[in-house]
């Protein structure tokens, strides 16, 4: 299949997603209102995920898995990154967990003690101050530019104290779309070696990307550093977020069995579903067609996405090079962008997602974050519905 045909309107079941689709999505608005929120596909997932699920299930067995993971899974991810990302990397220093965002919450436990200081993006999403703070930690937000995608060297060294312990990144960033380039990832690193800090990248979002393949930190063209961690998972890439499907990266045992015992998976306390796995070895292996094809399907929805808000006279068109998302800046208006959100929501009936700190820090004031994860269809009925009512916007 091509993208026309696995990504098209009548893929889209309304009525399966008005049950299953939570997180501001269809699941969780009120009827009539389109969300474009939740960073979160539209789509049904790749066949072959869904038969590997059938094909275990049929067994009727599903018992514990190992509480560093499945083998297979592990080796499937050393194989991604390997084989998309440039990186060498070992399935033994791979800790599947139960989604992204836990890993970051795992990380941040194994890492800090109370009172630690770790410098994040400004912007970022939420999850980062919120595992940090979980730890204990302190947040110190650093401006990360939405524009051009770098920090600035001299706020991370004036802000880097006795205390600071590590260096969170989002790569490319949520919520602007940003990548950081290769020369940046080497200053960071080298940052980080002179001030002995971890550096932690996010790469949920690595994957999507809409001209050249984006830079994991791991990448065997970077300056080598043992204290980096990669936290990842499934649910951008694969549209598998209901499955859980995360994992951290480690550089060495030590580092591995830190986060292992710290991810309580050896009580069972903690743990990812043998099922996910499944999942996740099916995605990486077998459905690099379906996201080759998703990235076609939305670099067309980019530029529809780009086109409206070049059209809005509220709204100034901040560019992205990866991600579903995209973060135009409130221009020409006198409400803030939870009131404006408020606004279109009430009007239009489409739901967006705001800037403001408790979303994205202190930065993502003044902008607003549009989720284009859908069809052409549902995508231009909904920026209709706001053309519709531009006029009450001033």
Request: with cysteine; hydrophobic share 40%.
């Amino acid at each position: 299949m091509n993208s026309n045909e696995l990504f098209s309107n009548d893929t889209v079941n309304l009525e399966v997603l008005h049950q299953r689709a939570f997180n501001f999505r269809w699941a969780a608005v009120e009827d009539g209102v389109i969300p474009l929120t939740a960073a979160d596909p539209d789509f049904p997932v790749a066949e072959p995920i869904v038969n590997a699920i059938k094909a275990y299930s049929d067994k009727g067995y599903f018992s514990y898995a190992p509480a560093e993971g499945l083998m297979e899974f592990k080796t499937a991810i050393q194989r991604w990154y390997l084989t998309q990302h440039n990186s060498t990397i070992s399935s033994d220093k791979i800790l599947p967990l139960n989604s992204a965002a836990n890993g970051l919450y795992i990380v941040a436990s194994a890492l800090l003690s109370p009172n630690d200081e770790v410098l994040i993006p400004n912007p970022v999403d939420f999850l980062f101050r919120k595992s940090v703070e979980n730890a204990g930690g302190k947040v110190v937000p650093c401006m990360f530019d939405a524009e051009t995608g770098w920090f600035n060297l001299d706020e991370l060294k004036a802000k880097c104290t006795d205390k600071t312990k590590a260096l969170f990144i989002c790569n490319p960033n949520n919520p602007s779309g940003k990548a950081i380039v290769k020369e940046q990832l080497n200053e960071l690193i080298e940052f980080c070696k002179l001030h002995d800090l971890w550096l932690v990248s996010d790469e949920i979002w690595i994957d999507i990307y809409f001209n050249n393949q984006l830079t994991s930190v791991l990448n065997e063209d970077l300056v080598t550093y043992s204290k980096k961690i990669v936290v990842s998972g499934l649910s951008k890439n694969f549209g598998l977020a209901g499955l859980r499907i995360g994992y951290v990266i480690c550089q060495n045992n030590d580092h591995f069995d830190l986060i292992l015992k710290h991810s309580h998976h050896q009580t069972t306390a903690g743990g990812i579903s043998s099922l996910s796995q499944i999942a996740g070895t099916a995605a990486l292996n077998e459905s690099l067609f379906w996201l080759e094809s998703f990235r076609q399907h939305l670099t067309k929805m980019k530029r529809i996405t780009e086109d409206f808000i070049h059209e809005m006279p509220f709204l100034e068109l901040v560019p992205s090079e990866a991600t579903y998302v995209i973060f135009p800046k409130i221009v020409n208006c006198s409400m803030d962008s939870a009131a404006l959100v408020e606004l279109i929501l009430r009007e239009a009936k489409v739901a967006l997602v705001p800037g403001g700190r408790n979303w994205f820090e202190s930065a993502s004031e003044g902008h607003l974050r549009i989720c284009f994860s859908t069809s052409e269809a549902v995508l231009t009925e909904a920026f209709n519905r706001i053309r519709s009512i531009q006029h009450l916007i001033h």
